[in-house]
Structures are given as C-alpha cells and as structure tokens.
C-alpha cells in the first residue's frame, strides 16, 4: 500500500500531467480558432470584392445605359431642330439676299 507522501507525489504528478494537457487542448483551441477566424475573414472579404466587382459593373451598365437614352433624346432634339431650320432655310436666304440687294 502506498504511503501518504507517495500518494501525494502521485497527485501531484497526475495535476502537472493534467494542467500540460489542459494548456495544449488551449492551444489547440485557439490556434483552431484563429484558423477559423482567418478562413472566414478570407471568405468574406472575397464575398465583398466579388459584390463590390459586380456593382461596379452594374453601376457601369446603368450608367453607360441612361448615357445612350440621353444621347439619343439629344439626338432626336437635334434632329427636330434640324429639320425646322431646313423648313425656313429657303426663306431666310431669300431674306438675307433681299437685305443684301437693298444695301
């Protein structure tokens, strides 16, 4: 049967042996912790830029999009424009030649 010291120096064997464990399953914790947190900051952070990416893109799109409407509502005005002068071309030829004439 074992002595009183012995069964101390027993236990207090089996704490150190139990704390070291304890300190490596807290390491491995946390190392798999920041593992985790870095693979999910990773993840996120590449979900982001792929969103970020693909609004610009839109953004691009839209942009380029209202940019034709625009161009093409001038366009037509122009046009308009264009064509009523046309209609008076005759006619204010006929006056600045007139008004030449006179002088």
């Given at each position: 049967?074992?002595?009183v010291i012995e069964m101390i120096k027993n236990?207090?064997?089996k704490a150190?042996?139990?704390r070291r464990e304890a300190s490596a399953d807290a390491r491995n914790i946390i190392n798999e912790a920041q593992l985790d947190?870095?693979?999910t900051l990773d993840k996120t952070t590449e979900e982001c830029r792929a969103l970020l990416v693909s609004q610009r893109e839109q953004a691009e799109f839209d942009g380029e999009k209202k940019a034709r409407e625009?161009?093409?509502e001038?366009?037509?005005k122009a046009e308009k424009l264009?064509?009523?002068a046309r209609i008076n071309?005759?006619?204010a030829a006929t006056y600045i030649l007139e008004r030449l004439t006179d002088i």
């Open positions: 049967m074992p002595t236990a207090e064997e150190v042996s139990i947190y870095q693979q625009v161009i093409e001038y366009k037509e264009c064509a009523d071309l005759d006619s």
